[in-house]
């Protein structure tokens, strides 16, 4: 949507960094820091969603967020590692045969860099319009789905057991086998802390505001609610040694910032990853998308949807480079970074350099976070993206996209992730194809004693047996054509008095060459079965086009400025 | 198309043999004759392209064309052997690790089952209209590089050298290489051969009708031209031995009717088939169902697309259960049945019939025909395929269509038939869905002093500064409405005085739910930013889905019924 073609677009930072001032330095260090205080523990959370250990939540974030304040475009997302992404990173390695750690990181950055390379390319070669084609009722679904998945895996870390599996099916039964051996310790620590996170969400803020702290201040530490209770956990943890009780901790987790890592690839994990890879990228820039624009929208800012793609490219890459793993725009992390007033890209870079920060300095207080606080905040933070809304609302408005909503929604619970949204995303566009197939497309009569032509089927109106009226309400293009063509030789089948077929053009705004070879072709085939072949009203621009073809040559009939002066000629 | 939705449907058959009377017997077996004629040596001249042994070409065509004239629904369509069909099954098996004729044939085997298992599925699932999204400059692109390098694959047997390739990259640098090998009396003969078959196409029929034989007799006659051309090319081989100077023989026929062949398949060959099979299916699909369009359309008859794909579908499980190869309705071989005027599908079964007697009896003739003879009919038959119209056509009409043609011709000559189609194909559709995710919308303004609205870039129009009217000329879906919204939070933002969207409606058909959703969001953006969004001339369905659901509660404007109405309203 920008005008501005120049060299600059690719390099959006060039275009905000001269106006940078004072004002913006201070909005940014504020919602910095706030998002910060989110982030650090959700990023160790996603990271162990993602079957990484819990740092390179921290690292991913750090990358991430460093590289996108060069390429992104818009002013407040927050890319680091998110729920749904996290999951679907899980499920890809989860196939793979990775016996040791060691495997397992290089396997994620495999994936990690191949998901980055994708976005790049595609943005790169401006195909951000792509999409468009994951049609929402299918997205909301299958993020409802993964949400449900990530809440259930949680659980075994609530009740402190052992329990595996990647789908509702597995994970129920595994659960249900292990709730016997639930450590009633971790199981209190677990159920407070969602206590204290929630409490934080609502009762905090009203209290610091009622006890006169000003609304910034109060904002802060009410979004602080995950830390504070992190914190909070670790100290007891510290002071009681909890896991002498058998409450798992965090452990221990390296200080200082991770080496750039390249572990080289092999062939064979490229192509079982590179499926998984499209999966998550899409899912990934369609998230990332869809809240950029609501939020720049709110501000009348712009962003770029193919530069969006290389911001998130460059992001993954990044992260694959810092040992992390894919990541993307959070929602809730994001509206966060816009309320607390981020001006510029910078916010993320400053987040950055808190979390970096972080990951130096603070790593043995890391060690005493009890796992299960983690899941926790995990188990908060999915909540509120289920929504099973979508599944009503299809239902009273579209069966079609009912189908695809349940679909998708079944098969990532019972099956998988990947599944369900290949599923899903296919079967919605199958459906948009089979109803593109069939133009809307009315044969007509005129209202009588006025000029005006009105669908047979559902107005009383004259028609003439020598003549044949019918109006296309659609562009024509290779997808559709091939439906006007049966249905006019199915219509000619039984009207053994009919000369003339004249194609009302008015809603027609292009004419492609397929489409133009079967109106040809129509016109042929009509000449020898003692048929003409009329247009009438058709559009300036088309006009002008199919002049520059030879079909008015060969069209057998007229082409009329008006339907009613057709019928009248031909009656 | 067809509305009998009974049983009867889907076996077509039960519906024309209750009319079969003894006038359509004599039009239906005189067709046969001539096709017939035209087929014995094409069948076995394609299996030759396929890499097959020449007597399954013959298979091919029974088992073929007896299922097809049980399922399908065109009385004319010849499903048998086919040119391209040919050389895209040569080109899928020669990707595979073949070592002995055994395995060969198990592979192509496979592949046709393959072929006529996705076919079935396709019209049983009723997804015929897929095919709509094969455009047609791209598929006569395909067809013309695809004749180019079957022709010059045949130019090795018209020299009687050895040389080898699937694509022309690879096949010319060969036959150069090998053109001093030339056996002058194996080119002679086929020399004379294209001669003898394109003086029978054109000399010959005038001649005999000036003889004074009829019209029908002339034309069997003239379209015998191959098999004359055979025929002699035999009784020469076996007069002069003529095989002890080099000239390639077609050597020993088995002869009868082939045992019902069941090899089995492994899961490997099963996959690195499949792409090639999907390739082939929608190749031979498209091919089929584009003449018996045109055919039936000049009888008035109809045909039903899903069902042509059970009927293709049942034809070659049939092929590979005889031990053919991958079969589909041909261009020409059916315009000579439809001009010979076969009456019902029965034609297919009688041409079946001949050809078994001939594989039964004849089969001792078939050892003397040359090699040479059967390229010559290849080369003459393919020519009429070549066709490089389209490049300069789409060049005038669309450069984006031109880009798909130039890509599938230069990819299938120089990298091979797989990759150029499924290039072509892909590269349509994204152009297809590129445009279609941009809609056409307009920002309008009225005429002064009319109650006209026209496009502000267009036409000297009046405006005012807190209304915005929006015109959009298509349905709205989910390929197209982000661009909408991204269209509309461009214009507002550097409008600090607009208060109202107003979105005029009268081309709008249908609005799906995600749509439906994007406007909700748009209409709750612009609510922040105090800006009303208004809809006029809604048309009567989409206003009673509408009603449905709770948009228009939502909705901060209104809904006009007159677009005039609501600029006046709202100045």
């Not at 921290?58 to 407040?76: P, Q």
């Not at 659980?155 to 292990?178: C, F, K, N, W, Y």
């Not at 002071?239 to 987790?253: H, M, P, R």
């Not at 062939?267 to 899409?282: C, D, H, N």
């Amino acid at each position: 949507m920008n005008s501005n073609k120049s060299f600059l677009r690719f390099i959006p930072i060039l275009s905000w960094v001269p106006q940078y001032n004072g004002e913006k330095l201070a909005a940014d260090s504020v919602a910095a820091t706030i998002v910060a205080i989110m982030l650090v523990p959700q990023a160790m959370a996603y990271a162990l969603v993602a079957g990484m250990p819990a740092e390179t939540g921290l690292y991913a974030s750090i990358f991430g967020l460093s590289l996108y304040c060069l390429f992104g475009t818009s002013n407040t997302l927050s890319v680091a590692p998110v729920a749904v992404v996290s999951l679907m990173t899980a499920a890809a390695l989860s196939k793979l045969d990775l016996l040791t750690t060691a495997d397992y990181l290089a396997a994620a950055f495999t994936l990690t860099f191949l998901s980055g390379v994708l976005l790049l390319s595609l943005g790169l070669l401006r195909l951000g319009f792509m999409a468009n084609f994951i049609s929402h009722p299918v997205i909301s679904a299958f993020i409802t789905a993964s949400a449900i998945i990530i809440a259930l895996s949680q659980v075994r870390h609530l009740l402190g057991v052992e329990a595996d599996g990647q789908t509702v099916l597995e994970l129920l039964p595994s659960l249900i086998m292990a709730v016997t051996d639930t450590n009633v310790l971790t199981l209190t620590i677990g159920i407070t802390s969602i206590i204290g996170i929630l409490w934080c969400r609502t009762g905090l803020k009203s209290l610091l505001v009622a006890w006169g702290l000003s609304d910034l201040i109060a904002t802060i530490l009410s979004r602080s609610g995950p830390l504070l209770v992190t914190v909070l956990a670790a100290l007891v943890a510290f002071v009681f040694s909890i896991d002498q009780y058998g409450v798992e901790l965090l452990g221990n987790i390296p200080a200082g910032m991770p080496d750039l890592y390249f572990p080289g690839f092999t062939v064979e994990q490229l192509r079982a990853l590179l499926g998984s890879a499209v999966l998550i990228s899409i899912i990934g820039f369609v998230e990332s998308i869809s809240v950029a624009q609501i939020m720049a929208a709110k501000r009348r800012e712009r962003i770029d949807l193919d530069q969006e793609l290389v911001g998130l490219g460059t992001a993954n890459i990044a992260s694959a480079a810092g040992g992390g793993f894919p990541i993307s725009g959070g929602f809730s992390r994001s509206i966060v970074n816009f309320e607390a007033g981020a001006a510029t890209p910078a916010a993320g870079l400053f987040t950055a350099i808190i979390i970096a920060l972080v990951a130096v300095f603070f790593t043995p207080i890391l060690f005493w976070i009890p796992r299960v606080v983690l899941a926790a905040i995990i188990m908060v933070a999915v909540y509120s993206l289920i929504d099973f809304s979508m599944l009503g609302k299809s239902w009273r408005y579209s069966k079609a996209d009912f189908v695809a909503v349940a679909l998708t929604l079944l098969l990532t619970l019972s099956v998988g992730v990947e599944l369900g949204i290949a599923a899903g995303v296919l079967v919605s566009i199958l459906i948009h194809l089979y109803k593109e197939s069939k133009p809307h497309v009315a044969v007509i009569g005129r209202v009588s004693g006025t000029e005006h032509f009105r669908n047979i089927n559902r107005h009383q109106v004259e028609t003439f047996p020598n003549q044949l009226s019918i109006r296309i309400d659609e562009s024509l293009y290779f997808a559709n054509t091939r439906y006007l063509e049966e249905l006019i030789f199915e219509l000619i089948a039984d009207k053994q008095e009919l000369r003339h077929v004249i194609l009302m053009c008015t809603a027609v705004n292009k004419i492609d060459l397929s489409a133009l070879e079967t109106l040809e072709k129509i016109n042929e085939t009509l000449d020898e079965l003692g048929i003409k072949l009329h247009l009438s009203e058709v559009k300036g621009p088309i006009m002008d086009r199919l002049a520059t073809t030879g079909f008015f040559k060969t069209l057998t009939g007229n082409n009329y400025l008006s339907h009613n002066q057709a019928v009248e000629d031909l009656r």
